[in-house]
């Protein structure tokens, strides 16, 4: 008897119970995945990384792992279906070494900006650990002991107008400090006077200049969402949309005063 005739005499109920085991049997395989299946953490975080993507858009997902690991006493923690939160100092040097088969995932995708269609590449970015090494090794002498020795200077500058202006704007008034803001402000030009020999304005003016920190702010937050969801919004686009991601993440706006700042 074909298919068809078979297909409307079936009941409701039958395709629903088929559908229901069907479900049951995906989503065992899920949760007893191999390696996986032994370690703590929320049910439900083991079964769909949409409650990861949820937990980060409330901002507070680091909070949210500190106390999963607080709740079960473990190093281990697993926080979907095939990743884990790892709270082990000593992990560290496995998971971050080179060479030990711990790759970046598509995680760092979308934080590839693109021009002419091809995704621009960077040190943090990249998934690449033969692009990050051959990258890395110029410019690593740079932040040896003896390199960063030299920068001395240039921080002691900036730290000396750093305190100057926490002084005349709240010690003497009396007046109560934001010093995580104003931190911001001090990292920023400490980074403008190493790198262009000038500062970038932020402690001078104690304001965002150009919006360059609400913009980082902006985007790692919305890396952190996307990528959490491990959605493919990648910087490797198909054919059909390849200016979308540009429209999507947008030139970097710090670009224009740091030009500035380099060519005064």
């Not at 085991?21 to 299946?37: D, N, S, T």
């Not at 990861?52 to 979907?80: C, F, P, W």
């Not at 104003?182 to 262009?196: M, P, R």
Request: aromatic share 10%; net charge negative.
């Amino acid at each position: 008897m074909p298919l068809t005739e078979l297909v409307p005499k079936t009941p409701v109920s039958v395709w629903a119970l088929v559908f229901s085991l069907g479900l049951v049997v995906y989503l065992g395989q899920i949760r007893l995945r191999p390696g996986l299946r032994k370690l703590p953490g929320p049910v439900v975080a083991s079964l769909t990384n949409w409650w990861r993507l949820y937990d980060v858009s409330k901002g507070s997902h680091q909070e949210t792992l500190i106390n999963l690991h607080r709740k079960y006493a473990s190093d281990l923690v697993r926080i979907g279906p095939n990743a884990v939160s790892v709270a082990d100092l000593e992990a560290g040097k496995i998971i971050y070494g080179l060479n030990k088969g711990f790759t970046k995932s598509s995680f760092y995708h979308v934080q590839q900006n693109v021009s002419q269609g091809k995704p621009l590449l960077n040190i943090f970015n990249t998934t690449d650990e033969h692009f990050h090494t051959a990258i890395k090794r110029p410019v690593a002498h740079s932040y040896s002991m003896t390199s960063l020795k030299q920068y001395e200077t240039f921080v002691d500058t900036t730290s000396q107008l750093f305190c100057r202006k926490l002084v005349q704007n709240y010690a003497e008034p009396r007046e109560v400090c934001d010093l995580g803001t104003w931190l911001q402000y001090y990292a920023f030009d400490v980074i403008g006077e190493i790198t262009f020999s000038k500062r970038l304005g932020f402690l001078e003016t104690g304001t965002d200049i150009e919006g360059i920190i609400a913009d980082i702010e902006w985007r790692l937050g919305y890396f952190a969402v996307v990528g959490y969801a491990n959605l493919e919004l990648s910087m490797v686009t198909d054919e059909e949309h390849p200016d979308w991601p540009d429209a999507v993440i947008g030139p970097l706006s710090a670009q224009e005063p740091i030009s500035d700042a380099h060519h005064p």
